[in-house]
């Protein structure tokens, strides 16, 4: 089991993870992981919505160290917490009791170009471009006929 494939920004729910930035990030809303919470997760979107072994998760996460399965357990708890997520009705992170984890939230890659913005708003330059153009054009027409009427003809005695 490698995250090697996770590099790259993806989306796991509505929720966009950075993994570069050690970041989750949802409707302008975002959240920094701990570098060892993000490889979790990580390990979890790897395997595609299988259960993952704590032991599985350990040696991937914490290759050839000593650690207690309460620090798998706080990483845990700090990837429900960011999701806003409960153990009990999990939309993210389902506890397999005496086995492991499952991620039920989907994955899917992030476009290129695909930026997080607030709701509402464009999501690309040509829109944003575009929207931008035609407030000038409309500016540009109100102002040329309000100059029209400035030019009355002039009746001279």
């Not at 395997?47 to 998760?57: C, F, H, L, P, T």
């Not at 170009?113 to 040509?126: F, H, I, Q, S």
């Not at 929207?131 to 040329?144: D, E, G, K, R």
């Amino acid at each position: 089991m490698t995250m090697e494939s996770w590099h790259q920004d993806i989306r796991i729910g509505e929720w966009r993870v950075s993994p570069k930035l050690n970041r989750l990030s949802n409707s302008g809303q975002s959240i920094q992981l701990k570098h060892k919470s993000m490889q979790v997760l990580l390990c979890l979107a790897d395997a595609d919505g299988d259960v993952v072994s704590r032991n599985d998760v350990m040696d991937v996460v914490w290759p050839g160290m000593t650690v207690t399965d309460d620090v798998l357990t706080q990483s845990i708890v700090e990837l429900r917490r960011a999701f806003g997520d409960d153990a009990k009705h999990p939309k993210y992170i389902e506890t397999i009791p005496k086995v492991g984890f499952r991620l039920v939230a989907p994955v899917t890659p992030v476009a290129n170009d695909e930026t997080d913005v607030l709701p509402g708003r464009p999501k690309n330059r040509a829109v944003l471009a575009a929207s931008l153009a035609a407030v000038i054009a409309i500016a540009l027409a109100i102002w040329a006929s309000l100059d029209n009427d400035d030019r009355s003809p002039v009746i001279q005695v």
